[in-house]
């Protein structure tokens, strides 16, 4: 019975060598930690057969070794992380909150449940995510990778998953990206400010957790979730009931991640900031127009990847206003819950663009 679990797990190992480079190789966003919430870390321990426990737990190693959590080193920053870069860079440090963190997760790894599957190592009973499921997620974001180029990923059916979508659909403007080359500047502002608003209104409880997302009443939003037959509360914590209490500090990690990604240059060409410009009718910093946005199907990944690195973000820290300080500003509003009607112009400002009609593209160097 050993040498049968034993020869099982072997005929995996090439997969998960695959799996474990995949994951080395960022897709979308900062490169982010998948290591999960301690609850889903416990259900993978509890349910999962001998080989995906160990396939995770080397996979969280090879993680840490060989890419960096940069949404999470981000975040802790942005918390008032003081201590060695060392220790900001752990996404164990409990500077920002694990509910918070859990958000910043959120819009690389949505959580969703598949109606059927033919591949062996999904179980459809399960939510899927990185560290629940992670041979299943490679393979089906590798699926998704391949026929992007031919098909687009949009709400109008429940054929394609939340993962589908983020990464190549309509849902890119979860990372700061446009849904497909050629969109132009203002569509992919206008989403945006759409999910800022909407993830805002769950983070300050104006948007109660029990709302069913085709129940929003914001401009847009039920062309991407009116389908979809879930509450906000799904939406986020799909097969983590340790999180439900926590949903308004999920909605604004899921922002911070937005807000973090908009930063990228693989994600938008933002400008530097001019030295002295404020947003209009405040004194808060400007930090630059965004010049263009970048659709991600037609980039090539690993050089999409570079511009998600650490060292590109730290590069990027010299300019002021940075993303840690647009981050800080944003926790000072969050803490004293500001309405939407009190921030839009804050959030209106981080989106500036230099043109309204320039058409996304995979962006120069990046094909």
Known sequence: MRMGKQAHWYLRWPLFLAYLVGIASPAAAFQLSPSGTPLERHQVKVNA?????????????????????????????????????EGCSDPTMEFAPNSILAGVRWNDDPPFKLNSTSIPECRAEQTVRVVTQPICWYKLFKHAEARSKTTFFDGKSKRWNMMYRSHFGDLQFLHAMASKDGEPAAVTRGRILMWAEFSWGVATGQIPSATLLANVKIDDFEEFFGNSGQDVLTLYTLGNSALRRNIRDMAFGSLLHLVEDSFAFGHADRAPPVAGATCPESELPHP????????YTNQDHKKHGLHDSRDSYRARLEMKPNVVDVGKILVDKYDRQEPWSSVAGYFQCLFDLENDNQPASAGDGLS
């Open 288 to 295: 630059g127009v965004i010049r263009s946005f970048r659709s």
């Open 49 to 85: 057969a001998w080989y995906q426990r160990y396939t995770t737990n080397v996979a969280s190693w090879g993680v840490y070794q060989f890419t960096h959590p940069v949404h999470e080193e981000i975040t802790q920053y942005i918390f008032g992380c003081d201590i060695d870069e």
